[in-house]
């Protein structure tokens, strides 16, 4: 879309190397991916050209006149794009729209582990561990952080030769997925897409922790207040807050940042039974602690953090899906999540 901004902003991601948590800093071994997805989108820096895995239902290299809305659905910390994949093309059909005029794409932030098991080319992205889930560049391919990523894919689909009646993007993430998009709706600027009259969307579905812009964080009662950092001293660092914030969005203040942020259409979503506090999957870091004992808790905790901060109305829904513990496919299938996703009417839970 010619943008100069995104182009921009890429090159920073890509030379910036994350201030992340020491948390961060030393990936545990993960179990490799069953499939790496087969597609490809080219990555371009100044430090060289990279792949990067993805699938797409259509053609994306060819144009697409039909298209006008683009869903981009990202995995957990499973990294099985595949499944989640699959689970878009669900959602799609519970939706009934007509798959000609909406695009899914399922990116693959893929593991050095998933790389040396499937003997995968040496250009292929790939991170250590799920820092993706940071924003954390890559350690393979070429130096590019997964938020660069998905400014690529913003991209591809703003370009008007490609998708000319393309109106709306929705990012959609279940888990680590969903931290992803959260830290990424910080991030991102949303500007040039206006200007091409694209409405971008945001389902942040069951994260283990947010990013917050100050140092307050939920109380025993879960409303906001000072946090003692003499129990927890990285409480506030990135991802968690605000403090040694990476390069690319360390121009702004905590402050501009949020200003932005609370403007993005995001629908947080939570499972009912999703509060279990000895989940393996659960983030249990006293930082995330800090932002309370299980995922429920700490999306309740982190939308009236929002909601108090910002009482003059924000752009963002929460909801409770009954009865749903940690599981992704009902989530993104959920009647919440297809309104949002699709604009299939109201969300009711």
Known sequence: MGSNVLRQLTVALAASAL???????????????SVIADARMPVVTPQGHAQFPLYVSADWN?????????????????????????????????????????LLVA?????????????????????RGNAWMAGSNA????????????????????????FPN?????????????????RYAIAFHADELAAEGIDVRFVVA??????????????????????????CADFNRWKYGME????????RTPAQLEADYVKRRIVYLAGGNDVDPASTSLDKTCAAQAQGAQRVARAQGFYRYLQTRHPEGLNQTFHIVPGVGHDGARMLTSSCALATMFDTGNCGG
């Not at 790389?115 to 992205?125: E, K, S, T």
């Open 166 to 182: 393309l109106k709306t993007i929705v990012f959609a993430g279940h888990s680590g997925g969903a931290q992803l998009l959260q």
């Open 139 to 162: 350690t393979s391919g070429v130096p590019v952080s997964s938020y660069a990523v998905l400014d690529d894919i913003a991209r591809r689909l703003a370009d008007r030769r490609r």
């Open 19 to 33: 201030a992340v948590a020491p948390a961060f800093a030393q990936a545990r071994p993960v179990r490799p991916v």
């Open 62 to 102: 060819a144009p697409q006149p039909g298209v006008q809305r683009a869903v981009v659905i990202v995995h957990g910390r499973l990294r099985n794009a595949d499944t989640y994949f699959r689970t878009a093309q669900h959602a799609r059909e519970l939706a009934g729209v007509d798959p000609a005029n909406t």
């Open 107 to 127: 990116p693959q932030f893929l593991a050095t582990d998933d790389v040396r098991a499937h003997d995968a080319p040496d250009d292929l992205l790939s991170w």
């Open 244 to 251: 040694h914030r990476p390069a690319f969005i360390a121009d």
């Open 206 to 231: 069951s994260p283990s922790s947010y990013a917050y812009f100050d140092a307050q964080r939920p109380d025993a009662n879960g409303a906001p207040s000072a946090f003692d950092a003499s129990r």
